[in-house]
T-cell receptor, first 116, second 115 residues
Framework: EAGVAQSPRYKIIEKRQSVAFWCNPI?????LYWYQQILGQGPKLLIQ????????DSQLPKDRFSAERLKGVDSTLKIQPAKLEDSAVYLC??????????????FGEGSWLTVV | QQQVKQSPQSLIVQKGGISIINCAYE??????FPWYQQFPGKGPALLIA?????SEKKEGRFTISFNKSAKQFSLHIMDSQPGDSATYFC??????????????FGRGTQLTVWP
């Protein structure tokens, strides 16, 4: 079974520039998450999709971050304009079931962003 | 506000020793407590998980101990090996509501096992 695919793996941009990350979840997984992991900290949820609808985006800085999930499959996360504090690993994850707190969540390898 | 508090931040253990990582939570709505293992350059991967209706769960060398009344849970790694060197995260998710399935992570423990 193929895992969660993310691209690009690494990106360096200047502050105020924009960047986009792409995620392809495990086939058939209804729920997709974007987490932000700052160096030395645990992942923090940015946004959660159920199929192509947003379930939770309360932690998403909406003035600069946006995300969409096309046709309930792939997803993109965009940052515009980027700030220095956005330097982090952006982890995409997916899980198979809905309405269940015990879902195993599968993570991709992450997209590493450095803002200079 | 950190929903799940984890300690220690780093841990060094001799090969063959026992590694113990502790976590605590306040929100009684949490009903699922997984541990994730993360190697450098990789995403976190589920290691073992427990629900609060049991006090202990063991899978191979990995054991979760759960104390519902104290709202604490811990990961024990028996016979620690150099290959266990990684960052370990405890997490929790809650039943019900729009955040169903969302994981709240601790800050992580960097484990180093010396040969």
């Amino acid at each position: 079974e193929a895992g969660v695919a993310q691209s690009p793996r690494y990106k360096i941009i200047e502050k105020r520039q924009s960047v986009a990350f792409w995620c392809n979840p495990i086939s058939g997984h209804a729920t997709l998450y974007w987490y932000q992991q700052i160096l030395g900290q645990g992942p923090k949820l940015l946004i959660q999709f159920q199929n192509n609808g947003v379930v939770d985006d309360s932690q998403l800085p909406k003035d600069r971050f946006s995300a969409e999930r096309l046709k309930g499959v792939d997803s993109t996360l965009k940052i515009q304009p980027a700030k220095l504090e956005d330097s982090a690993v952006y982890l995409c994850a997916s899980s198979p079931q809905t309405g269940y707190s015990g879902n195993t969540i599968y993570f991709g390898e992450g997209s590493w962003l450095t803002v200079v | 506000q950190q929903q799940v508090k984890q300690s220690p931040q780093s841990l060094i253990v001799q090969k063959g020793g026992i590694s113990i990582i502790n976590c605590a939570y306040e929100n009684t709505a949490f009903d699922y407590f997984p541990w994730y293992q993360q190697f450098p350059g990789k995403g976190p991967a589920l290691l073992i998980a427990i629900r609060p209706d049991v006090s202990e769960k063991k899978e191979g060398r990995f054991t979760i101990s759960f104390n519902k009344s104290a709202k604490q849970f811990s990961l024990h790694i028996m016979d620690s090996q150099p290959g266990d060197s990684a960052t370990y995260f405890c997490a929790a998710s809650m039943k019900g509501g729009s955040t169903l399935g969302r994981l709240y992570f601790g800050r992580g423990t960097q484990l180093t096992v010396w040969p």
